[in-house]
């Protein structure tokens, strides 16, 4: 959500924060806009719409300066509109940008009216910027601009990450974070700031990562960072080892279809160097992960959207593989429940950015309730997830930037597989299963491969999709939850309003929806489920129903003119999930293109959910 740039240079930063807005895109968002200081004024563009529309704008009427704040703006307080565009202003003085949300905004607001400042905007951020601008012309000079901050952040409650930047101190940059992510990009002679380093691989591969309640005061000559407590502190710089190529689309039509096709690699990324002898080594997981196994008796998921199907999958497994008691719970739901914690509960929380504001509250509170282990599955190894975690595995699935998670997915289900065995070896999963299983993992890259030679064929499946409405999926055992992920990717791309049900549910209500008009998908692996998961899809046919059945390659298709089949490679029943998933991705896609929708941003969503 919403996207943030700065910079401070010996040069002209309007392209390069234009630039780095560019590469935000994927989050989401409505508006986008930038500032800059030059000759003792504040120079600020902002546009409805794309960032498109504001780089035409400063086409038409261009500005310049050396140091500036950028923004894309999803909307949360007041509607999308050029007034409530970043960055926002205070009496051309102090200029803020800011991803986030003050949950105090309106009781700040109500005192600043009364001090007679003026609000141009339905933003809880415009109350920053008036509070900045009020602490310095109350506070002492020298250092204006950094201790008025350091006042006002005292007074803010809720998430934020800042950019800050006044007339009165015009050579600095002020940049804050607490519960949402902000890193400093450092150049030569030159520094910048983003809500994420994609916006800024042109620039620098070298990064400080602020950590929550970092304040840094930046200039030509560097970064000063206070933490919390107003401490000096020094935060290492990180080379990163993405480059600008690695968000291009290349020869790919959109993000989300490229996406789709580096799964086998991604996949082969997951696994790599993670086996010795083809058995899985521990410490992959942190040096002190055997030592956290043996003690643990029950697994807690905590995780939201895409990444709470990848948890509910890893249930069955654990729970069927392994014989591990697993919990599972939207991280939202999970911090407001007032939970109880089993004793000796390994805490898995699932981000592909790492910063998902509910799943990282989630942990905290999980902790608060006492647990003892915790451990990340996550895409981001600077992300705030991480970093709050005991334990962590990447997924290795490099930089992902459709919104529809995709090889973000594939790969959290193959890593928690990995954590399935490694915790299953202490309780009944046999080495002989294991040994299947690792080697189906090998497989995997192979397999996917197989399956997305599928492509035309399900592309002409999706022409059944184009004017229709409503669509079902079915899915029974691991593979209902794979049933969810190819609703939401339909829902999420193509606007097509798509519900996903166990199997066996369809006579306890959804079957009341079943006509020529609602098509049904069905995923149907070679498992001991499949029988019962055939009468089910007899009962959507004789209503009239339009089945589309993904389906194991050496199973006898069915003589029925409702029924079209999409045959599979086989694969192992273990994970059937994973494969499964790509053929409901592929099928999204190429509806939602045929819709003519915006694949890779579409409408209302962000990549990364950094606020409640």
């Not at 898995?348 to 902790?367: F, H, M, N, P, R």
Request: hydrophobic share 40%; aromatic share 6%; proline share 4%.
């Amino acid at each position: 959500m919403c996207g943030i740039v700065g910079g401070i240079a010996q040069r002209n930063v309007v392209p390069i924060l234009l630039e780095g807005l560019k590469r935000l895109e994927y989050r989401g968002y409505d508006s986008a806009g930038l500032a800059v200081i030059n000759n003792q004024q504040i120079y600020r563009k902002r546009a409805l719409g794309k960032v498109k529309g504001l780089e035409t704008l400063l086409e038409a009427e261009p500005i310049s300066g050396y140091i500036g704040i950028a923004h894309t703006r999803w909307a949360t307080h007041g509607k999308p509109s050029m007034a409530n565009a970043h960055p926002h202003i205070c009496r051309n003085n102090v200029a803020v940008v800011h991803n986030g949300i003050i949950e105090n905004h309106e009781h700040l607001r109500e005192i600043q009216q009364q001090q007679g400042y003026e609000f141009t905007s339905e933003t809880d951020t415009e109350v920053i910027v008036h509070e900045v601008y009020h602490a310095m012309q109350t506070g002492q000079t020298t250092d204006g601009l950094l201790n008025a901050v350091k006042k006002t952040v005292k007074k803010l409650d809720g998430a934020y990450a800042l950019g800050i930047m006044s007339l009165d101190n015009p050579d600095t940059l002020i940049a804050c974070r607490k519960g949402s992510p902000l890193v400093i990009g450092v150049g030569i002679g030159e520094y910048f700031i983003a809500s994420d380093v994609a916006a800024l691989l042109p620039v620098t591969q070298r990064f400080i990562f602020l950590e929550d309640g970092d304040i840094a005061a930046i200039t030509i000559g560097g970064a000063v960072i206070y933490d919390l407590n107003d401490q000096l502190v020094n935060r290492s710089i990180i080379e990163s080892q993405l480059t600008a190529d690695a968000v291009d689309k290349g020869e790919y039509r959109h993000y989300m279809l490229k996406e789709i096709y580096e799964q086998p690699f991604a996949i082969s990324q997951a696994l790599e160097g993670r086996f010795i002898n083809n058995r899985l080594q521990e410490n992959a997981f942190g040096h002190n992960a055997a030592e956290v196994f043996d003690n643990i008796k029950a697994i807690q998921i905590l995780a939201c959207g895409t990444s709470y199907h990848a948890g509910l999958v890893a249930r069955y497994w654990f729970e069927e593989l392994a014989r591990v008691p697993c919990s599972i719970e939207v991280a939202s739901e999970f911090r407001y429940r007032s939970p109880v914690l089993a004793p000796d509960t390994l805490i898995v929380t699932i981000s592909q950015s790492g910063e998902t504001a509910d799943t990282l509250a989630a942990l905290l509170e999980a902790k608060k309730l006492g647990a003892s282990y915790s451990l990340a599955i996550c895409n981001v190894p600077e992300s705030s997830l991480v970093r709050e975690s005991d334990l962590v595995l990447m997924t290795r699935a490099g930089p992902e930037i459709g919104v529809a998670s995709t090889k973000a997915f594939t790969t959290q289900l193959v890593t928690l597989m990995l954590l399935v065995i490694a915790i299953g070896r202490r309780f009944q999963l046999t080495e002989i299963v294991e040994q299947k299983i690792t080697s189906e993992l090998f497989s995997l890259p192979r397999k996917v491969e197989k399956v997305l030679q599928l492509d035309d064929e399900i592309n002409a499946l999706a022409e059944q999709f184009a004017e229709k409405h409503h669509a079902l999926f079915l899915g029974r055992g691991a593979h209902y939850p794979i049933a969810m992920e190819g609703a939401l990717k339909l829902k999420e791309i193509s606007y097509i309003h798509a519900e996903a049900y166990p199997a066996g549910e369809l006579k306890h209500g959804p079957l009341a929806l079943i006509d020529a008009d609602m098509p049904v998908v069905t995923v149907a692996p070679n498992n001991s489920l499949l029988e019962k998961l055939k009468s089910n899809m007899q009962e959507v046919s004789a209503r009239g129903g339009q089945l589309i059945v993904f389906m194991d390659e050496t199973l006898a298709a069915a003589n029925d003119e409702n029924v079209q089949i999409v045959k599979i490679p086989q694969v192992g029943n273990e994970i059937s999930p994973i494969v499964y998933t790509i053929p409901l991705q592929l099928l999204a896609y190429h509806v939602a293109v045929l819709k003519g929708t915006d694949v890779d941003q579409p409408r209302n969503l962000a990549k990364s959910v950094t606020v409640e």
